[in-house]
């Protein structure tokens, strides 16, 4: 099956890079969409939550949580935690990839062995 791979994520992500990387020298269809530049917009967003759930997708181990106010992080829930991660793109994990081929889309978070071994099997 031929699949094509979005990396969700920042260009300057070390995590991301070697992502790119890697998918690209196995000759697997891969581009980054830098949530920066690109943006992140709410369709997206919701996409993700509504698959994965935001325990899931937010980032508590990056410099952007550490920076933010305690008041906000201290009571989180669906609706507050969205609205953080559309203003606050880095606190997602990186990267989120989207494979898709044959009319399925497959989302996952991050690029441990197992992602890299299910976005191989998929690509």
């Not at 979005?6 to 000759?27: E, F, H, Q, S």
């Not at 949580?65 to 906000?72: N, V």
Request: proline share 2%.
């Amino acid at each position: 099956m031929s699949a094509s791979v979005v990396l969700y994520g920042l260009k300057n992500c070390d995590t991301c890079r070697k992502a790119l990387k890697m998918l690209g020298d196995k000759g697997i269809d891969v581009r980054l969409h830098d949530l920066r530049k690109d943006g992140l917009d709410a369709e997206m967003l919701d996409r993700w939550l509504s698959a994965l759930g935001w325990e899931v997708l937010l980032n508590k181990r990056g410099t952007t949580w550490r920076g933010l106010d305690d008041s906000l992080k201290d009571n989180l829930d669906d609706a507050g935690v969205r609205a953080l991660l559309l203003e606050h793109p880095a606190l997602i994990k990186r990267p989120v990839s989207e494979a898709s081929g044959a009319g399925d889309t497959v989302i996952r978070v991050g690029f441990g062995k197992a992602e890299q071994a299910a976005l191989m099997g998929e690509a």
